[in-house]
């Protein structure tokens, strides 16, 4: 395994729509095993393959990896390939996001407290479940990072450009 390097905001893999997953051989394997390595590595509950320059319909998590007790057992995460949501409900509940492709920055965003998600797993299994909490805000995200959405986009347009200002002041000062 091997780790890959973040892709952080504006590079242009995170603002397109990530292409669907056909086949799922040796190298969508890598990928995830890769991914996975490089979520735990960052820290973070959730990566998405555009965030590791891949346009690709893959996502991996763990809700636990970003725990202040995580350890070598929470080490163990999930993928799911061409995930997709199909229905939400419940409250809107607003968290306190960060992305590892936002650096230095966090924000309340609004998500639905929960969601039904269908997609593959590495087997070519149909999977489907409904997610709640912070599983349910992890999916949103992360599949949201497959719609070239990425969190910031569903903020406030004063708080979004002033984000965007401060990175284009950290862009224009190297």
């Known amino acids: 395994m091997a780790l ?3 892709y952080q905001y504006p590079a242009a893999v995170l603002l397109k729509k990530a292409l669907q997953v056909e086949t799922i051989d040796d190298t969508v ?3 995830v095993n890769d991914m996975g390595e490089t979520m735990f590595e960052a820290p973070g509950v959730g990566l998405a393959a555009p965030q590791v320059g891949q346009s690709r319909r893959i996502i991996v ?14 080490k ?4 799911l390939i061409n995930p997709e949501i ?10 306190n996001e960060a992305c590892l492709s936002v650096p230095d920055y966090s924000c309340n965003v609004k998500r639905f407290e929960t969601v039904t998600v269908r997609g593959l797993n590495l087997e070519g299994k149909k999977l489907e479940f409904d997610a709640q909490g912070l599983l349910a805000v992890i999916m949103q995200h992360e599949i949201d990072h497959l719609d070239g959405i990425l969190y910031i986009d569903r903020i406030s347009t004063l708080k979004r450009n002033m984000y965007k200002k ?7 000062n190297h």
Not at 65 to 70: L, Q, T, V
Not at 76 to 79: D, G, L, Q, V, Y
């Open 4 to 6: 890959l390097e973040i």
């Open 29 to 31: 394997i890598k990928l």
């Open 61 to 74: 998590y763990n809700p636990q990896a970003g725990s202040s007790n995580a350890n070598e057992d929470t």
């Open 76 to 79: 163990e995460f999930k993928a």
């Open 86 to 95: 199909i229905a939400s409900s419940g409250s809107i509940v607003s968290e």
């Open 166 to 172: 401060k990175v284009r002041k950290g862009l224009t």
